[in-house]
């Protein structure tokens, strides 16, 4: 059964609009892979291993707080910078709160072989050949900021539920789906997204709350993706009104 505003059935739709929803559709698909390989690639190395984890999400959103961003950098993607003895003991000397007294005879040196040829003023990166730019990468790794935890939970909501709500009024047109069905697929999208962006609040301060942020990124890439395929095979392989 499909509403009055929206009353003509996926299979029943002209081909204009069908190829209209089948390029939208198509693109978001596509748009959800991507997404998926980014979270990946960002978060999914956040510990250090491919693949994402709970300990991924609680190191991007709480900080790993026992260890430095220099130390997370040492073990992960700075690892092939420099041989597994002097990352210890610069990971040691950062434990330290990379003091000073220490610098200029032991660690120094260091930087100066494996790091400052790319950590320096003239890069884009922190500029390695100053004592204070290494102390502030010695601070205790707090995750993510709450600046910037505003800024994506704003986008995040304002972004994606557009991408819920224009492939709800794909769905909404659906048949043989029970009404009462229909209506929870629909909402559980925009649920699961609420959940996820309260889950990086509660993961910024409570690391438990780590596994959350999982359940919300799967519940609603499992609704989106039925929807998707749903619609998409309602339009294309379903008989129109006026043959069935
Ligand atoms: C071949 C070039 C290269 C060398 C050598 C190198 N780095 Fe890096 N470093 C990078 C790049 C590129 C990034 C930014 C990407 C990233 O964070 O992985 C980075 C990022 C970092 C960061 C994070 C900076 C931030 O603001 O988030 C730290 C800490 C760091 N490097 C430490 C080191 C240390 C310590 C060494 C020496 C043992 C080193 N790097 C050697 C290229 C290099």
């Not at 956040?46 to 190191?59: E, R, T």
């Not at 700075?78 to 990379?98: D, F, S």
């Not at 509660?202 to 596994?211: E, R, V």
Request: net charge positive; with cysteine; charged share 15%.
């Amino acid at each position: 059964m499909t509403s009055k505003i929206f009353k003509t059935a996926l299979p029943d739709l002209p081909l204009s609009e069908k190829l209209l929803y089948t390029g939208y559709l198509l693109t978001i698909g596509l748009g959800l892979l991507m997404a998926g390989a980014q979270i990946l690639l960002t978060h999914g190395m956040a510990d250090g291993k491919l693949g994402l984890s709970v300990d991924d999400i609680v190191y991007s959103y709480h900080g790993n707080r026992k260890g430095t961003t220099l130390e997370a950098k040492l073990n992960g993607s700075m690892k092939n910078n420099a041989p597994a003895p002097v990352r210890l003991e610069i990971i040691k000397w950062a434990r330290k709160g990379a003091p000073e007294s220490e610098w200029n005879d032991k660690i120094k040196p260091y930087f100066e072989r494996y790091c400052v040829m790319c950590h320096n003023a003239q890069s884009a990166l922190p500029d390695f050949t100053k004592l204070e730019n290494i102390q502030k990468q010695a601070q205790p790794d707090q995750g993510v900021s709450f600046t910037a935890l505003t800024r994506v939970s704003h986008i995040h909501l304002f972004g994606i539920s557009f991408i819920f709500m224009l492939m709800g009024l794909i769905f909404v047109r659906a048949v043989g789906i029970p009404e009462i069905i229909k209506g929870l697929l629909l909402i559980t999208p925009f649920a699961f997204l609420i959940l996820d962006v309260i889950s990086w609040w509660l993961t910024k301060i409570w690391p438990g709350f780590a596994w959350v942020t999982i359940i919300g990124g799967f519940g609603y890439t499992l609704a989106s993706t039925y929807m998707l395929f749903t619609s998409l095979y309602q339009m294309w392989f379903l008989k129109s009104d006026s043959e069935r």
